[in-house]
């Protein structure tokens, strides 16, 4: 098998991401399994770590290996302080914590905030991915991370300047499963109509998000949407309206464009729902991540 | 006992409450119970109904019975067309829906508004309380009805104009049980100070819920919340955003008084925030429901 540079480990709450990278920054194999850190019993880190990619770790024992996501976070396996934002890689590098175990594993460092508004906010991974996405492209680059928590964030030559956390992704699910809107929906469906209409009231119509969501009942209420495209129409209401948030906070320029990264369907219905707002839609890399630990390590020193 | 002119019930989705209401609009008796539509099996309301007030209707069968509440939707016991809005007593008391039981039953239907964005709402029970803390008082009035799905009105000379419906009780209820803030939460207490907080947050800061509804997990990552005022901060932060949604559905005068129907705890938690906020707030009656199914008795010609 071709020689790894670095061993990168992207471990969040439901899910556990490994990748072999070479000299360059390429990606020579991924592993991926459903043991994110809400999963590992008794902080036993290490014996997952070994029954994931143990098999890596002993062939090639001088890689270096970095870990970054929830991993880095009070329920992980170790907790690293945020690094202050305005950050890039050479900050974050700055701030990996060295743990002294066999394998030694530099940990990332998640991102805080302090808001014009004076609250705090945090992002802990997402920092790698926005690392790996923009690299050191000169510029301004505008990111959207969808997900239970979708994180926003602007990047300027290199460095991300300023990032903001929505609960949109949540809000969705533990009405879906939990309230009334939710006792409305009939079948999980995509209905393209209904969450267009969804993005579509999210920019116009009276009051905010409180009064707005009362729509999801009445529109059935009046056999104006069917009872199938209520998850869709939801959907589309708090995507839409986390557009129109976001946008709120910042000034994007006309011809800016997007970056939304992943590859889920939610990272489709983000696409979808920006391009429907007119707004520019740029294919972000898919694998950002791994690019991130890889542009991070080099910078820490971890690379020859 | 004295003689009564009406009998009132009011049912809805949790509680049953029923008036002995005499000729001038007194309440003579109140009875409640937790013995909401949900809880009534096979649809048998008339065993119910025997089981709560049947000594009433069997000492005074000839006292004319009105219901209102979601006992008149689809899950109720008759389902009552909506009343189109703008609408007052004399409306109102025109669409009663007489079902032909033992006793006869006189159903008050709920209110049904197109808003001026294309979009309908609906009441159901609200509109009985708001035409009885109103009355036949001439000019302007604002109201606001707390609850699982919170309600705001207007009405002028007698007649209701205009409400909507916000979705802050039961956001808040699935948020608390369900989400990764209920999970931050330590005890039920009630902190005012993180209530004031969440208030003031609702009315500053940048964008919109989906964004701060995240400061109620940094605030306390960071020590600046404690975890027994995360829930209060989250119902101020709740409530503060419904206000803010509704004074921008209305022009509210300064000088407006706005009138919070309910005794609850949660209606005093209202009452605080318009206050906050600035907002004049007038007590209402507390008998208001029973007084509205008067007014509507009274002008459908059921009172001699």
Redesign the interface.
């Known amino acids: 098998m071709a020689t790894a540079a670095l061993i990168g480990i992207d471990w969040g709450t439901t899910s556990f991401r490994a990748y072999r990278i070479d000299s360059a920054g390429a990606s020579l194999e991924t592993r991926e399994a459903a043991a994110g850190i809400l999963s590992v019993r008794d902080g036993d880190f290490g014996r997952v770590l070994g029954r994931e990619i143990g098999d890596w770790l002993q062939a090639e024992p001088e890689v270096p290996v970095v870990a970054s996501g929830m991993i880095t976070s009070r329920q992980g396996w170790v907790e690293v302080p945020y690094c202050a934002c305005p950050a890039g890689s050479a900050q974050i590098a700055g701030a990996l914590m060295r743990h002294p175990t066999r394998p030694t594993l530099h940990f990332v460092p998640g991102l805080?905030l302090i808001?014009?508004?004076g609250?705090?906010?945090?992002i802990r991974g997402e920092e790698t991915q926005i690392i790996g996405e923009i690299g050191d492209h000169p510029g301004r680059h505008l990111l959207v991370l969808p997900g239970t928590?979708s994180k926003w964030a602007l990047a300027e030559n290199g460095v991300i300047s300023w990032f903001?956390?929505?609960?949109?992704g949540?809000?969705f699910a533990?009405?879906k499963?939990?309230?009334?809107l939710g006792r409305l929906m009939q079948g999980e469906a995509d209905d393209h109509a209904a969450f267009e209409r969804g993005l579509a009231?999210a920019r116009?119509?009276?009051?905010?998000?409180?009064?707005r969501?009362?729509?999801a009942r009445?529109?059935g209420?009046?056999d104006?949407l069917p009872a199938t495209g209520v998850a869709s129409y939801l959907s589309g209401l708090?995507i839409g309206?986390?557009i129109?948030?976001?946008l709120?906070?910042l000034e994007v320029a006309p011809e800016a464009e997007i970056r939304v990264i992943g590859a889920s369907r939610l990272a489709w219905r983000y696409r979808g729902a920006l391009a429907a707002r007119n707004l520019r839609v740029r294919p972000a890399r898919d694998d950002a991540g791994a690019r991130g630990q890889f542009l991070i390590a080099r910078a820490a020193g971890l690379i020859g």
Chains 1, 2 share one sequence.
């Open positions: 805080a808001g014009d508004d609250v705090p906010d945090v928590h903001a956390t929505f609960m949109t949540e809000v533990v009405l499963e939990h309230s009334i009231y116009s119509g009276q009051g905010g998000l409180l009064k969501l009362f729509s009445t529109l209420l009046f104006r708090l309206s986390e129109e948030e976001a709120g906070c």
